[in-house]
């Protein structure tokens, strides 16, 4: 069977981060054999087992490009739009973009839950998915742009700074 990953191939985990494929096994399931991706998650020190014909439903993919890095990077630092006032619903509508796991999706959750909490301390929920998000953002474009997280990092919140 053909695997759309490689061994040792970084790639991103919606909601997860970046992750690596330190093996593809073989391993029996109900009354047949599938093939499963291991992936190493150092973001959370995990490491966690994928059935390969799942992988593209549950979203996995390969780290975006150079030209994507940068356009996610622009992203940050546009206008922000108003966000619904119910917190509910924001994180709601935060968390799908978050699910879809395209790297733009994240930049702007990482955009409108940064100025949200330039105006209102943000609910622990929220909290929690602008960290999240957050990391993710920042580990992908690190791998991408082959810089180190702390430089990127710093690049983030200038752009989110930017008026």
Do not use: C
């Amino acid at each position: 069977m053909k695997t759309a990953f490689k061994l040792h191939e970084q790639i991103v985990y919606p909601l997860q981060g970046v992750g690596q494929i330190i093996s593809i096994e073989e391993k029996p399931f109900k009354d047949e054999k599938l093939l499963y991706y291991v992936i190493y998650l150092p973001v959370t020190d995990m490491t966690i087992m994928v059935p390969v014909n799942k992988a593209k439903e549950l979203g996995i993919r390969a780290i975006v490009s150079e030209k994507e890095s940068r356009e996610a990077l622009h992203i940050i630092s546009e206008e922000n739009e108003a966000a619904p006032a119910d917190w509910k619903l924001r994180y709601q509508l935060n968390l799908n973009l978050l699910k879809s796991g395209s790297i733009k999706d994240i930049a702007l959750v990482v955009r409108t839950l940064y100025h949200r909490s330039k105006v209102k301390e943000l609910p622990i929920l929220e909290r929690k998915l602008f960290d999240d998000a957050l990391k993710i953002l920042i580990d992908e474009i690190s791998f991408s742009l082959k810089k180190p997280k702390i430089e990127i990092e710093q690049v983030v919140f200038s752009k989110l700074e930017e008026d």
